[in-house]
């Protein structure tokens, strides 16, 4: 990527993690007309091509990260790589941001505008930046009609009042720490008690959770049969179709620690609800 006043910018992280760093970025493009291309490389968080979950965003240049040009000059440096790439991006780039960089600089409310404007500039994060507004969202990100469709059967199932419980787990202490299962079970029956006809979407990367929401609401449980995975194409679109299904229900209960269950809401308009001790 040649020229001053461009940004070649890589997204980190999991699913929710990507998309909120794509939208900053983009919205960083759209306040200072800065030149933005991203790449996007597969890793253990995410093992997907780009354009296997989404469709093509017209307003945004996103190309894999697959060629050994890529990985040796552009991806993020770390111990994996021996952080050769950092070697040549500050050859190559002006100025450059590391993803452990973001959040100290967001707390002294950097300016991400003023220092992209007139560089040439690499930068990495997997988080938000710059207060893009919600509805870039579900402006930019289309997943691909494997996934929606999936999602629309999903949506057949519902009632007038469905609401959504993402439950974190496996890797996430917060998660398990702080939104025990009980306190879903408690926002269920709440809900059961003003609205006779709730069914319950759930989205979880826990069997035994998902086998004691049904022992509690029954035919009231909506949730699908596989777990969702990082490690598959097949398991990120699961994930996703987890997402956009959340996004369709009345009101979002989440679990504490988590970027899903905010994405999810951001994407759908609804009511989000942390449940935390």
């Keep these: 990527m040649s020229g001053h006043n461009s940004l070649l910018f890589v997204p980190s992280g999991g699913l929710a993690n990507r998309m909120r760093a794509v939208v900053s970025a983009y919205n960083l493009s759209l306040h200072t007309g800065v030149g933005l291309r991203v790449l996007w490389f597969r890793d253990w968080a995410l093992d997907a091509p780009f354009h296997e979950i989404f469709k093509p965003i017209s307003e945004i240049d996103i190309r894999e990260g697959v060629s050994l040009t890529d990985k040796l000059l552009y991806d993020r440096p770390r111990k994996k790589n021996f952080w050769i790439p950092k070697l040549f991006q500050k050859l190559i780039f002006e100025q450059r941001l590391d993803e452990p960089m973001v959040t100290p600089l967001k707390k002294k409310n950097f300016d991400f505008d003023s220092w992209a404007r007139g560089k040439k500039s690499w930068m990495s994060c997997y988080q938000v930046f710059g207060n893009p507004d919600d509805k ?18 999903y949506e057949k199932r519902f009632s007038p009042h469905t609401i959504g419980f993402h439950v974190r787990r496996t890797d996430n202490a917060a998660s398990i720490d702080q939104s025990p299962i009980e306190l879903f079970i408690d926002a269920g029956k709440k809900e059961i008690d003003l609205h006779d006809d709730t069914v319950i979407y759930v989205a979880t990367d826990d069997e035994p959770t998902k086998s004691e929401l049904r022992r509690q609401f029954g035919d009231r449980l909506i949730t699908p049969s596989e777990a969702a995975s990082r490690s598959s194409v097949d398991g990120i679109r699961g994930g996703l179709v987890d ?11 989440g679990s504490a620690g ?5 994405m999810a809401a951001r994407i759908g308009g609804n009511k989000l609800v942390i449940l935390q001790k």
Aim: glycine letters at 0%; proline letters at 6%; aromatic letters at 14%.
């Design 136 to 153: 870039l969202y579900s402006q930019l990100f289309h997943p691909v009609d494997a996934v929606m469709n999936q999602v629309e059967d």
């Design 258 to 262: 988590s970027s899903f269950s905010p």
């Design 243 to 253: 997402m956009y299904t959340l996004a369709k229900t009345q009101t979002i209960y």
